[in-house]
């Protein structure tokens, strides 16, 4: 760690990129649609755009949105923005105009980065709130047709900018906006060291990850699950990352677990699902997988108990978050207790707090907080929220949770999703789990709705597997299989048959939509 006038240095790009140069510089980087990149590119191609930030005016401390699907070029840019000394901001890409427009307002941009695919989405956004920036193209698939936007390609003509800039470890290194399945996405500021202490706490703490790995994320890099398990981590050690640009099918991800050979997969409930669904599923010694993770909801042990039967290889489940970067509690490589998120991950403290605000005892649901040194700065132009999430050295992270009799905690789901029945807890993700072990169910999403006399009672929106030809009697057997699995007031009082769930980006079932939807009603 370098030094400044007494004080500090430390650069997240310059950690990552360096640790890789020398005997390492010649191993793959990343594998993208368009082809593979060695460590020695990348480091080439992150020190021509921080150049190239330079001249195009940008200075140290100011924010550069990325709107990017994952190709080489959202390490390179939002890299080189590191190294240069900004603030690259990563938005979601299925974001419509309106929304990126608010962001675009919120974070302050001097410049956008953006996939050519995007760009009617980032101009709309750009016309919407006025903005009068910079906007260079992303476009490694060459489909634009000399349209006179500037290009990364065109920027990685800059002269290299060697030195990396003079950065503090807590200095803002990168904004990621939450997923907002709860309302308006807030800027989460994260600090310069928090990448790399997520990639040693959990990478190599508990995954193991080694420069021997191949490792393939469906989520996105945008999201924070994605960002960790598809750049940080696997440059921490030397790894290989895979990054596909379209949209995540199981079609697609058995595709590329064929033709990368990867050896862990990291996934979320929802797409491991609808895999174990799909015929061509590559079951033991069809692949060369030796850990799957799965995030964003609590993995149903049915999933995680039929995956490893048929696959042989385990799904680690853990739980994350923006504000922390990435996952502080998870099951272990090994020793997985389906239908529990295990413990906490070395580096990390938790508890759980009842209504009054005291620790609850093992067994009794409370709220979990959590404490470790990658917990976000705050979150931009958010006093209200910051001070409700971010309370001392512990984050309230929103999601209730108890401990079981072996140490482990059991997810009880999002604390606005907890439903209060007949004077008692039910947590959605309980009621779904047990409707998803039925044959003929693929998802469900449960809420709470008023019965005639005031009274809140579960209702279960359902998706059935494509096989299921008949509804008639369905509803009927259906509650009863909950019955058979759960307490009798947990039951869905209602079941509602869709063709799908709401859910954002990362996968979350948006439960919130589904509130609004039956309040019209």
Same mark, same amino acid.
């Given at each position: 760690?370098?030094?400044?006038?007494?004080?500090?240095?430390?650069?997240?790009?310059?950690?990552?990129?360096?640790?890789?140069?020398?005997?390492?510089?010649?191993?793959?980087?990343?594998?993208?649609?368009?082809?593979?990149?060695?460590?020695?590119?990348?480091?080439?191609?992150?020190?021509?755009?921080?150049?190239?930030?330079?001249?195009?005016?940008?200075?140290?401390?100011?924010?550069?949105?990325?709107?990017?699907?994952?190709?080489?070029? %959202?390490?390179?840019?939002?890299?080189? /923005?590191?190294? =240069?000394?900004?603030?690259?901001? !990563?938005?979601?890409? +299925?974001? @419509? #105009?309106?929304?990126?427009?608010?962001?675009?307002?919120?974070?302050?941009?001097?410049?956008?980065?953006?996939?050519?695919?995007?760009?009617?989405?980032?101009?709309?956004?750009?016309?919407?709130?006025?903005?009068?920036?910079?906007?260079?193209?992303?476009?490694?698939?060459?489909?634009?047709?000399?349209?006179?936007?500037?290009?990364?390609?065109?920027?990685?003509?800059?002269?290299?900018?060697?030195?990396?800039?003079?950065?503090?470890?807590?200095?803002?290194?990168?904004?990621?906006?939450?997923?907002?399945?709860?309302?308006?996405?807030?800027?989460?500021?994260?600090?310069?060291?928090?990448?790399?202490?997520?990639?040693?706490?959990?990478?190599?703490?508990?995954?193991?990850?080694?420069?021997?790995?191949?490792?393939?994320?469906?989520?996105?890099?945008? %999201?924070?699950?994605?960002?960790?398990? /598809?750049?940080? =981590?696997?440059?921490?050690?030397? !790894?290989?990352?895979? +990054?596909? @640009? #379209?949209?995540?099918?199981?079609?697609?991800?058995?595709?590329?677990?064929?033709?990368?050979?990867?050896?862990?997969?990291?996934?979320?409930?929802?797409?491991?699902?609808?895999?174990?669904?799909?015929?061509?599923?590559?079951?033991?010694?069809?692949?060369?997988?030796?850990?799957?993770?799965?995030?964003?909801?609590?993995?149903?042990?049915?999933?995680?108990?039929?995956?490893?039967?048929?696959?042989?290889?385990?799904?680690?489940?853990?739980?994350?978050?923006?504000?922390?970067?990435?996952?502080?509690?998870?099951?272990?490589?090994?020793?997985?207790?389906?239908?529990?998120?295990?413990?906490?991950?070395?580096?990390?403290?938790?508890?759980?707090?009842?209504?009054?605000?005291?620790?609850?005892?093992?067994?009794?649901?409370?709220?979990?907080?959590?404490?470790?040194?990658?917990?976000?700065?705050?979150?931009?132009?958010?006093?209200?929220?910051?001070? !409700?999430?971010?309370?001392?050295?512990?984050?309230?992270?929103?999601?209730?949770?108890?401990?079981?009799?072996?140490?482990?905690?059991?997810?009880?789901?999002?604390?606005?999703?907890?439903?209060?029945?007949?004077?008692?807890?039910?947590?959605?993700?309980?009621?779904?789990?047990?409707?998803?072990?039925?044959?003929?169910?693929?998802?469900?999403?449960?809420?709470?709705?008023?019965?005639?006399?005031?009274?809140?009672?579960?209702?279960?929106?359902?998706?059935?597997?494509?096989?299921?030809?008949?509804?008639?009697?369905?509803?009927?057997?259906?509650?009863?299989?909950?019955?058979?699995?759960?307490?009798?007031?947990?039951?869905?009082?209602?079941?509602?048959?869709?063709?799908?769930?709401?859910?954002?980006?990362?996968?979350?079932?948006?439960?919130?939509?589904?509130?609004?939807?039956?309040?019209?009603?």
């Amino acid at each position: 760690m370098q030094t400044l006038e007494g004080r500090p240095c430390y650069n997240a790009a310059a950690d990552l990129l360096e640790r890789n140069l020398g005997d390492a510089a010649q191993r793959t980087a990343f594998i993208d649609d368009y082809g593979s990149y060695t460590y020695a590119q990348v480091s080439d191609r992150v020190a021509r755009f921080a150049g190239a930030l330079a001249e195009l005016g940008v200075a140290a401390e100011q924010r550069i949105l990325l709107v990017l699907l994952d190709t080489i070029d %959202f390490p390179t840019a939002f890299l080189g /923005a590191i190294k =240069f000394g900004a603030v690259p901001v !990563a938005a979601n890409t +299925l974001l @419509s #105009g309106s929304d990126l427009a608010y962001m675009l307002a919120d974070c302050r941009a001097r410049l956008v980065i953006a996939s050519a695919e995007l760009l009617s989405a980032v101009r709309d956004a750009i016309a919407a709130c006025g903005w009068k920036g910079k906007l260079v193209v992303s476009d490694p698939a060459q489909i634009l047709d000399g349209n006179g936007e500037d290009t990364v390609r065109a920027l990685l003509s800059a002269p290299a900018q060697t030195a990396a800039a003079s950065t503090h470890p807590d200095e803002a290194c990168f904004w990621l906006y939450s997923s907002g399945s709860t309302g308006k996405p807030k800027g989460t500021i994260h600090a310069q060291t928090s990448m790399v202490q997520t990639a040693d706490l959990f990478a190599r703490g508990v995954l193991g990850m080694t420069a021997g790995d191949t490792v393939y994320s469906s989520a996105k890099l945008f %999201f924070a699950y994605g960002l960790g398990n /598809a750049l940080s =981590f696997p440059m921490s050690v030397g !790894a290989t990352a895979v +990054l596909r @640009s #379209g949209r995540v099918t199981p079609d697609l991800v058995f595709q590329t677990l064929r033709e990368t050979g990867a050896t862990i997969f990291c996934g979320v409930p929802t797409l491991f699902a609808a895999m174990l669904a799909h015929p061509d599923l590559p079951g033991r010694g069809a692949h060369r997988l030796r850990v799957c993770t799965s995030a964003g909801e609590a993995l149903p042990a049915h999933l995680g108990e039929t995956w490893s039967a048929r696959t042989g290889v385990d799904i680690v489940d853990g739980i994350g978050s923006t504000e922390m970067l990435h996952i502080f509690v998870s099951n272990r490589p090994g020793a997985v207790r389906y239908g529990t998120t295990g413990k906490p991950v070395g580096g990390y403290r938790i508890r759980l707090v009842g209504e009054d605000g005291n620790p609850v005892p093992r067994g009794e649901i409370g709220d979990l907080y959590v404490a470790g040194t990658t917990s976000a700065l705050g979150y931009w132009n958010n006093r209200e929220r910051s001070r !409700a999430t971010f309370i001392g050295e512990w984050t309230k992270t929103g999601d209730k949770f108890y401990e079981n009799g072996d140490g482990d905690l059991v997810h009880c789901g999002r604390s606005d999703d907890m439903l209060k029945v007949s004077g008692m807890w039910v947590s959605p993700g309980e009621v779904e789990a047990a409707l998803i072990t039925h044959d003929c169910v693929l998802e469900a999403a449960v809420i709470g709705v008023e019965d005639e006399t005031g009274l809140v009672k579960p209702k279960a929106f359902v998706v059935l597997k494509p096989n299921v030809t008949s509804r008639d009697g369905l509803s009927e057997v259906l509650q009863e299989h909950v019955k058979s699995r759960l307490a009798h007031y947990k039951y869905p009082r209602w079941i509602e048959f869709v063709g799908d769930l709401p859910k954002t980006a990362t996968g979350k079932i948006r439960r919130v939509e589904l509130r609004e939807m039956e309040r019209a009603r």
